[in-house]
């Protein structure tokens, strides 16, 4: 795959993953369109391989900090928010052993 086709790919995803991440929340997802869009367009006449592939580094754990880290919340009282995680953010939760046990 060329890297104009990557870069590409990197810019779809990235918007999917803004609307997955701030879905129904409008002007978080306007933000961060605004803002992909600024990154990309700000760097559209890049012509360094290495550079190029730096950028595409960052956008690739931008992807995957949001993905994997964001949470909404929505504010329902005063002092109050009422957390929104998805799916793919749950895991089962393994306790900790302060003890380890013996391989048998």
């Known amino acids: 795959m060329g890297q104009e086709a990557k870069v590409l ?3 779809k995803t990235l918007h999917r993953t803004r609307q997955q991440v701030f879905k129904n929340d409008a002007r978080a997802l306007e933000a961060a369109r605004i803002k992909i ?3 990309f367009k700000s760097n559209k006449n ?3 391989p290495k550079k190029i592939e730096e950028l595409m580094k ?10 994997t880290s964001v949470i ?3 504010h329902t ?12 953010l749950l895991i089962e939760n393994v306790p900790y052993c302060d ?3 013996p391989k048998q």
Not at 77 to 88: G, I, M
């Open 77 to 88: 009282d005063h002092n109050t928010l009422q957390l929104v995680p998805r799916k793919d």
């Open 99 to 101: 003890v380890p046990t």
């Open 58 to 67: 960052v956008g690739s754990d931008v992807e995957l900090l949001l993905r």
């Open 46 to 48: 890049e012509t360094s």
């Open 72 to 74: 909404q919340g929505i």
């Open 9 to 11: 790919q990197l810019f």
């Open 37 to 39: 869009n600024e990154e």
